[in-house]
C-alpha cells in the first residue's frame, strides 16, 4: 500500500483563496488495475486559471467539487506499472494535482526524455503556458514585422514566451511588470524591446513612450488597470488574444463604476479591433507539432529563454498560489513535490 | 446662381441633439468647374453613424467641423454638368449631406439605373446599410447552416438584411425590436423565425425561450442592455461583428456602475468569443461586388424583404434624426428632399 498525501477543495474561496478552504488528508491509494501506473510527483504546476477551478461559476472547464483532490499538471517519475507502455522509472507528464502520488492510466501520462530538457519545462516554457503562448499569439495575434505586441505579466510563463516570440517573428515587444527586477529582466534576459513598472506613479506615461507608433497586438492576461491602459494605445485592426484575466479573478462582485464596457465597445467598434478569447487546447490538433518543434529549436538557439520559480514542499502549494495570483512569482510557478533524480 | 438650403453644425451636440445645435442657411452655389455636377438632392439618408460624426471625440472618421454642412449620402437628380461622365437627367449615389442643392465632382457619384431598383434602395438594402448587413455577417459572424443569428434594431436597413440572409444561409433568425408592430413585421414581412419585444418586462426569458440553442451569432448594432441580455446567451465560439452601438451614442459620461467590462471579458474568455468591431468600407475592395449580386438576386427572388421610413422635406430632418436614434423610425429612415421623378 502507498500512502499519498492530497491538498483537497473544503469549501468555494471567496476572494483570495484562504487556508480553510482547503484540507490536507493523507489516504492509501487503491492497488493497480491493467493499464495503470503508480506515480510519484516531482513537479506541481501551479497556474491562474486553477482559481477558476475553484469556483462554482460557469468556466471553460467543470469546477472542482468539494472534497475533491485539486487538479494541476504535473512531473512524476513512475514507481510502479502495469501497463507495457510505461517503465518504472520514466519521467513523465500528467495531471494528477496537488498530491504526492497518485494513480493514473498509462495512457493518460506522456513520457519526457530527460536528456532533451529539464523535465520541469513540461510544464512550463515546452508545456501548457509556452502552447498557450505559441497558439494565441499566433493564431490569432499574427504579429506582422515591426509592428508592436505588449503583454503584462511579462515575466511569466506566457507573457515571456509571448514576447520572445513576437521578436522571432521580427514585432517589437513590450513587456509589462511589476517590479523594477522584473523589468530589468524583461530587457536583460528576455531580450524585450521595452519593459514598463505597472506599479509606477507614472505607468501610463511611460507606456506611452514605449509604445510611440502603438500597439498592434495586446495579449491579454491581466485585465484591469493594465488591460485599460493597453486598450487607449491600441492601433487600428489591433488584435486582442485574451487568455487570461488575473486581475479579476479575486473578485467576489462586479466593481464600482463608472461602468468602462460601453468605452470599451466603442474601441472596438472605432478601431476595427478583434478581440478573441481562447484556451490553448482549441489548438493542440492545428498547432501543438509545430509548437514542440519550433520551441525546441527557440531555446536550443537562444530566442526563447524561461525562467522558473520553485518552491519546495507540497506543504508550501497555498502560499504559493496566493502569490502567483498577486504578482509575488518571478518566472514558472512550481512546486517541488519530491527529489527531482534527473538533478544531480 | 442656384442656392442651396443647408443645414449647418453650429455646437457640437451634449447628448440627444438640439435644434439650436444646428442652423439653416440659404446660400449662392458656386459655378461649376471641368468635371463638376450640379445635384438636386432627391433622398437624403439617416444613419445612427452621424451621432459620431457630431462629436469631436476620436471615431473611425473625422468630425463634421462646426459651421460645416452635415454630411451624408444622398441620391441626387443631376440638373447641369461639365463632365461627360454624367448628363443632365441622370440619377446618381452622391455624399452631399444634409442640403437641397449641391456642386460635386462626377467621379464621386454613382450613376444609378431607375429600372433596375427603385432609386432609395442605393441608401438602404442596395447601399451602405445593406452592404454593412452582408459584409459584417458573412466575413465576420461566418453563420453556418442550423446555427443561430439574433440582431437587434432588427426592422432597421442593417438588421433586417442581417436575419434575411441569414436565413438565406441556413441560419435560424432571431430579431429584437423595440414595438410589438415591429415584432409581427419581423416575422410575418421578413420571415424571422422569432422576435423579441425588448420593452417587454419579461424580455430576458422570451430572448432565452426564442434562442433554445444558445445563439452562435450576435450581430451587434445597439449594445445597452439589449446586447447585455444577448450575450448571456452566447454560445462557446460564437462570433460577435460589432457594427453600431446606438444605446451609446447620447452618453455623455461612462454610465454609472457597476463595471460590466470584467464580466465581459469574462465571457469573451470562458467562451472563446471572436468579438470584432468594423466599418463596411474595410470591406468593400473583397465583398462589394459579391453584394451587388447577391442582394439583387435576393429582391428579386423573394428571399430579401426592405423597408423604408420616408419622410418629406429638409425641415424634418433632425426630427426624423431623434426618432432613429430613439428607435421611432420603421425602416430604414430617409428624408426626401424633393420630388422623386422617377415615382410616377
Known amino acids: 500500500m502507498t500512502t499519498t498525501t492530497q491538498i483537497r477543495l473544503a469549501a468555494r474561496p471567496v476572494g483570495e483563496p484562504q487556508d480553510t478552504d482547503f484540507e490536507f488528508v493523507t489516504t492509501d491509494l487503491p492497488e493497480l488495475a491493467d493499464g495503470q501506473v503508480l506515480l510519484r510527483t516531482i513537479y506541481l504546476s501551479l497556474d491562474p486559471y486553477m482559481r477558476g477551478r475553484m469556483s462554482a461559476a460557469k468556466s471553460y472547464a467543470e469546477p472542482v467539487e468539494v472534497g475533491d483532490v485539486m487538479v494541476g499538471g504535473t512531473v512524476c517519475e513512475v514507481m510502479e506499472s502495469r501497463s507495457p507502455e510505461r517503465a518504472v522509472g520514466d519521467i513523465v507528464l500528467a495531471y494528477t494535482g496537488w498530491q504526492t502520488y497518485a494513480v493514473a492510466g498509462a495512457r493518460h501520462t506522456r513520457k519526457l526524455d530527460p536528456q532533451a530538457a529539464p523535465i520541469s519545462t513540461a510544464l512550463g516554457v515546452l508545456g501548457m503556458p509556452g502552447f498557450t503562448a505559441y497558439a494565441g499569439l499566433l493564431a490569432i495575434g499574427r504579429p506582422q514585422p515591426g509592428e508592436t505586441v505588449a503583454v503584462a505579466a511579462a515575466t511569466g510563463p506566457v507573457g515571456s514566451a509571448v514576447g520572445q516570440i513576437a521578436k522571432v517573428k521580427g514585432a517589437r515587444a513590450v513587456g509589462i511588470a511589476g517590479r523594477p527586477d522584473k523589468c530589468r529582466a524583461l530587457i536583460e534576459e528576455f531580450g524585450f524591446d521595452a519593459a514598463v513598472d505597472h506599479r509606477s506613479e507614472s505607468f501610463r506615461e511611460e507606456l506611452a513612450e514605449t509604445t510611440p507608433d502603438g500597439v498592434d497586438v495586446y495579449f491579454e ?3 484591469g488597470p493594465v488591460g485599460a491602459a493597453v486598450t487607449r494605445r491600441l492601433n487600428k485592426f489591433a488584435r486582442v488574444p485574451v487568455c487570461g484575466l488575473v486581475a479579476n479573478y479575486n473578485a467576489t462582485q462586479a466593481p464600482e463604476g463608472p461602468d468602462q464596457l460601453p468605452a470599451y465597445l466603442g474601441a472596438i467598434l472605432t478601431l476595427s479591433l478583434t478581440v ?13 507539432d509545430d509548437f514542440l518543434r519550433d520551441m525546441a529549436g ?7 529563454r524561461y525562467r522558473e520559480d520553485v518552491v519546495d514542499g507540497l506543504d508550501n502549494t497555498l502560499e504559493t498560489f496566493r502569490g502567483l495570483l498577486a504578482g509575488r512569482n518571478f518566472g514558472k510557478s512550481l512546486v517541488r513535490v519530491g527529489t527531482d533524480p534527473t538533478i544531480a
Open 298 to 304: 527557440w531555446i536550443a538557439d537562444g530566442s526563447v
Open 276 to 288: 478573441r478569447g481562447f484556451i490553448q487546447s482549441e489548438f493542440v490538433p492545428t498547432h501543438h
Open 221 to 223: 492576461n491581466v485585465a
